[in-house]
């Protein structure tokens, strides 16, 4: 057996015509200017009229090779860079990072600061979700959800902003700590914002989840199954809505998370409509998640190693993930005893998440493929990296 | 000039005098009076789409502004009232491009087609009881026949282009104006059961002493909501908006449309739109009559005030209100479920309305003084 | 079931794996040629049923002329974590496909070889994932010189 | 190939997690029901329609002047300027080394009067800075802050290569010790980067030097 290397005129295969009085299959080219692709994901369908019958993706429109980046810069330069994958949870991809690098160089963080990274990473869960609702609502043609979820993103957005200095691209989980510590007002604020939050939800249920053409158009539509999800590498919201309650949060808790008191939530069938309230679900889990840990955040510095002193992790392989807003973020590092890693890879969520398309997608029709895709909520940086 | 002066003075009891009729009295005695009234409708009718066009365009995004919590166009003007302006400039001065391998004259031909189609229909709708351009005697079959051709410019439209995507929405676009135009059909042979004629000055007038969605005994008001869906579907407004779907099909027909010619497209479907709702307001909300209640007489005699023309258009704004509502909460249908709504909802509840409309107004079996 | 009793347990029913050090959570290591076999088992016997590949990666070890694959996998039955490694020749850079195994190697592998040259034997679609097909060189191969890249001026 | 695959999966994963089970909604059964749940959605969007009150926009351009921003807001990068107008940058270079991008560039001189290293010119590009703080983090005499001003779009590259120091000398800490009647000579006024632009690191011939740039900011 040997290694055949094709490439992709290989596989863009014109079908051949199949006679007279028969439908001709056709190629679509979808994306990666396309406004389902979020960003640059080409994905190719191969179409009976308007069923899909093969569909192809092809990333690497966004890939800036961060892996290779990483092995140039020191432990905590690295974390800026994993701000730049999931966009969308930023602060989670910089813990996933700082997790890893603290375990394997034994660096012992106390409770303020898991305290303070639980809170923050699960305010950006809600915003993430809440995103991703507006951007599921936009796909399927309700374009006021995308601007309600937007004004919600804003609220959370600015106690970032106020804590952190930055929305986006934060950088604030580092190895040891925290980059601020957060401000005497912080607990008062985040629970005005969760009891918006809480409202904005219902909200959320009333405009799009009760109303019955997005029902229609979720319900029964790209059913993954359990198994499947869990062969194909399938994690997050995604695997949760096929019934399998894998949760890092709750699996092999870190951070505070064995502090709070809160439901894995699972779906039933996994379709569209499971991988949907799921995450409406969570939302709901990750306010009850702050509610309980923003009124005794324990006392302590917010970084128990200094910012100048190097970071060398001993030799080894190092695996460590966390739970981002969109599955199973994987940091594995490879150290040879220096300050930068020899090796870093990153197992993304929607890397895995982005392959099931190629398995649920067939048989349905072209806007039945926008709603599976939404509802994997793909992140396409997160992708490619 | 006794023109201008009914259309100051012109109450809702006032005969119907149609620009048609006016230029037709008046080719015996003073031809260039008769040339004038014809002159008279094409500039009227021309200038209504084009401003028709601009104030829908800012009445639109404005409202769908104000439902996202936002503002709209703020910029261009006070409130940026001169937006859709600067747009229709922008759009004017865009290269006109075209596909290499785009059937040319189709091409060229579909946006036109497309906006032809809806300003016919704007010539027999009765505005006001002297503001009409022409009464055809068969208007509604007329209003049906020319608002059938529109999807004739979008199907060219999308096949001309040589795109898949626009394919696609031409053929989604086909299959469900077709159909739809079966269920808006019946919920208007209805209005005619009822009223007795096809013209729809006639019909106006028949609802002299109330409007049909109230006076047909439910029948009115089932064949008014099948309307209002029906005539969703065939102007492609969410939730029906799957020709254009711009999240699925990147525009649909109108993908490999730029400059002008997407300006046609843009334009005759806000047009529709207004066409669809005038047409509502004349079949069932009573056209240009005032709002009669039965023995009120003072309410009566302050509503007789308000110039029909007004009536008409503040009916008309509302329903086109609603659609933008629509437009602006709800997701869109999947091509299968469109279909199974016309034909396996609307088509039997329509057949099924216009059957009891049939037997009410055979039988004369009135629950109340029609 | 904890780590020793694992790694106890794999070793008896494969005496090929070896144990690997410098690892943060178990982790066995295997030669190249009882790489299918070896994770069919841990795939497929009851105590292990490890069905859910996490992550699928490789190191250069230019060094040495040596590329480490590195699969790290989970079980959701019994919920434990297991590190395994492969090293290969870093000259042919061949290695077998788990893709049969593990539908999720699929693309984990397209990735693997689009960045550093490894070609699987019996993947069905073995094709460049990031960058394009006329692209040169493997980029996350330790000598790989890309003329365009920049060096920063430190 | 590999033979038997097992595919069966226990029904629902690690024991003891509690698990909340996403019920579907209630399923709209009759046409009415469906009406309701559209009606539901038009009123909610109907509601922020009626109430102007729930506007969020901000007229971006025109509220300039009552824009706030958290004090730990990141944008342009800042020397720390104290009261009497000495830095307190000691040309140490961890911000330098701090940098994951090579943003950063500090060259030292020797000073002529104290003949001790002392900062020439601090040199920091915009065009590949990532706020990321970590230079602010890096300093060791808190000579560097994030500052607030956030617009700045230029349309050449080359307009976003900064000199941050007013002056090139020592730091406010050596200043204070020396006399004063010595200070200016030990300052050399800095207020504008004039060396050639490197960009990614290349050398561009064609690249002139930068000139108007009030206050080397």
Known sequence: MTAIVRTLDDVLIAPAHPGRGATQEYFLNMGPQHPIAHGSLRIILLLDGETIRKVIPVPGYVHRGIEKMCEHLNYRQIIHLTDRMDYLSALMNNWAVARTVEKAAGIEINDRIETIRTIMAELQRIQSHALWWGVLGMDLGAFTAFLYSFRDREIIGEIFEEIIGARLTMNYIQPGGVMYDITPDFADKVKKILSYMKRMVEEYDTLLSGNVILQERLRGVGILTQSRAISLGCTGPVLRASGFAYDLRKVEPYGAYEKAQFDVVVGTTGDCWDRYYVRIEEMRQSIRIIEQLIDDIPAGPTMVTKFNTKIKLPPGRYYNHVETARGVLGVFIYSDGGEKPYRLHFRSPSFNNMWAITEIAPGWRIADMIAIQSSLDLVIPDIDR | MDFIYSMTTCTAAADVITLADRAAAAVDTNIWLSILYMVLALVGIGALTAVLGVVLIYAERKIAGHFQCRLGPMRVGPHGILQTVADTLKLLLKEDVVPASADKAMHFAAPLMSLMATVLVLGVIPYSPILQVTDVNIGILYVTAVSGLGVMGILLGGWSSNNKWSLVGGMRAAAQMISYEISATLSVLVMVLFAGTLSLSGIVQSQESGWWIWRAHGTGLVAFVIFIIASTAEINRTPFDIPEGESELTGGFHTEYSGLRFAFFFLSEFINMFAASAIAATLFLGGWMPFYIEGFETFNKITSLIPPALWFLGKTAFLIFIFMWFRWTFPRLRVDQLMRLEWKILLPIGFINLIAAAVIVLTKFYFFPV | ?154 | MTGQIKKEIRKVGLKDIPVAVVSPLKKAQSGLCALASLAKGMRLTFSYFRRPSKIVTQQYPENRATLKFPPRYRAMLKLIYEDNGYHRCTACGLCDKACPNGSIKVITRKGAATGRVELDRYIWRLDSCVMCNACVQACPFDALEMGHEFENAVYDRRLLVFNLNRYAGPPASVMLKTEESLRPAMMEKRDRYDGPVPLNGAQIPIVKPLISQEGGL
Not at chain 3, 73 to 87: K, N, P
């Open chain 3, 1 to 154: 079931m904890d780590a020793e009793k694992l790694i106890y347990t794999i070793i008896a029913l494969q005496p090929a794996c070896r144990v690997k050090d410098q690892a943060d959570r178990p982790a066995i290591e295997v030669a190249a040629d009882n790489l299918p076999e070896i994770m069919e088992t841990l795939r497929n016997d009851d105590r292990l049923s490890f069905d859910m590949l996490l992550d699928h990666t490789a190191i250069d070890h230019e060094p040495v002329a040596k590329f480490e694959l590195v699969y790290n996998l989970y079980s959701t039955l019994h919920g434990h974590y297991l590190m395994v490694t492969c090293d290969i020749d870093r000259q042919t850079a061949l290695a077998p496909t788990m893709s049969m195994i593990w539908s999720a190697a699929h693309w984990q592998e397209r990735e693997i070889y689009d960045l550093f040259g490894i070609r699987y034997e019996g993947h069905p679609d073995l094709r460049r994932i990031f960058l394009e097909d006329d692209w040169q060189g493997h980029p996350l191969r330790k000598d790989y010189k890309d003329p365009d890249m920049l060096e920063f001026e430190k």
